[in-house]
Structures are given as structure tokens and as C-alpha cells.
């Protein structure tokens, strides 16, 4: 079955992140072994005293260090079919699309791993808003210049990402410490954004270089 090019490609894609995501999710708030928000917060950030010399258990942020992976590895695939097709084709929209997007999820990736709008910004005094803003105008901007190219994806994955992440940032910009169910609803969203972030992002490099090479081909 071709994922890229059949009547029901973009479903067939879509169950393909959903059913995995799904999955873990329901795994991680299921189990009794750790409260499940502990499985999303990034390590550094969990006060867990295990002894002087060990302070967490490996699976503390299992779901944080996930979505990093995924922000990273997203980023790559971006990044290297758009340089593939920048050095066959030159810069034409498709591959400065890809370009831009792997650039851009670059930065995502790096926000999350060094926690810059959470911890590092605010403590030197700018402001979570501000980022937000930044990023907000930078993800509107990279869809509106691109909007040609990326309209040849799955929008279906692109929209349902967008829309978890606005959760996931409404619900961090009215959390509280305490209310850890505002917290939870934050950090599932966010996950499941990285998802579908991701995978429209990777479908989308993986059907411009086997259109490229259906070209060759030709």
C-alpha cells in the first residue's frame, strides 16, 4: 500500500502515529509504579531524593526525553532531504520548505531539551509570553511563505498538531504548580503535538524525495 499516494495515504499515515502514541499514553497513565506526571516532566525538573548519589529513577521524564527524540530526529530528516534536493534541484520552495522546517523544529527541539522558555529565558528576565509570541510568529510565518509546499502534506496531521500545541500552551500559560491535573492535560497535549508535529514533518521530507526520485527515474 503506497502511504503517499493512494485515495486514503493521509489516514493510513495518520494511524500510524496515532496508534503508537495512543498506546503509550494509555500505558503511562494506567500504571501504578510512578504517578504518571513524573513520566512527563523533564528529569532535571522532578525533586525526587532516591539518596546523595541517585536522585531519579531512568523512567522519570521517559515521555520528555520521547518527545526530544522526536523533535530531533524530525529536525534531521528535514533538514538533510531539503539539502538533498537544494543540491540536486537548487533552493526551489519544496526544498527551502524542508529547510525551514527542520531549522525551525531544530529550535523547538533545542527549547525543549535546555528548557529555554521554562527555566533559562525567565530566570535572565524574558518573559514565557514573549517566547511564546516568538515562537507562534515564527511557526505562522514558516506555513505562510511555505504555504504552497506544505499544502502538499498531510494537513490533517499538520492541523491536529497545531491544535494540541495551542492546548498544551493555554494550559501552561494558566497552570499552577499545584493543580497537577491542568499540568497533565499540558504536558499529554504537548506530547501528542510533538507527534503529529513530527510525523507530518517526516511524511512530508519522505514523499518530496520520492517525488525527486520518480524525476530521475523518469
Partial sequence: MNVFGDRFGWLTQLLCLAVPAITVMLIVLIQDVIPPILAFHDPVTIETPRGPDYCCFGYYGAISNVGVMLWTSSAAVCLFAGLVLATSL??????????????LTG?????????????????????????????????????????????DGNIVML??????????????????????????????????????????????????LADHQKIIDS
Wanted: glycine share 8%.
Fill in 90 to 103: 537548487g533552493f526551489t520552495v519544496k526544498s527551502c520548505a524542508l529547510i525551514a522546517g527542520g531549522a
Fill in 107 to 151: 529550535v523547538l527541539a533545542v527549547d525543549d531539551l535546555f528548557l529555554l522558555h521554562d527555566d533559562l529565558l525567565p530566570f535572565h528576565g524574558i518573559d514565557e509570553k514573549l517566547t511564546f509570541a516568538v515562537y507562534g510568529a515564527g511557526i505562522l510565518s514558516y506555513l505562510f511563505f511555505f504555504r504552497n509546499a506544505v499544502l
Fill in 159 to 208: 492541523t491536529l498538531s497545531l491544535f494540541f500545541f495551542g492546548v498544551s500552551t493555554v494550559a501552561d500559560l494558566f497552570q499552577h504548580a499545584a493543580d497537577q491535573q491542568l499540568v497533565l492535560i499540558e504536558e499529554i497535549t504537548k506530547f501528542f503535538g510533538v507527534v503529529f508535529w513530527a510525523g507530518f514533518h517526516v511524511f512530508f521530507a519522505a514523499r518530496a
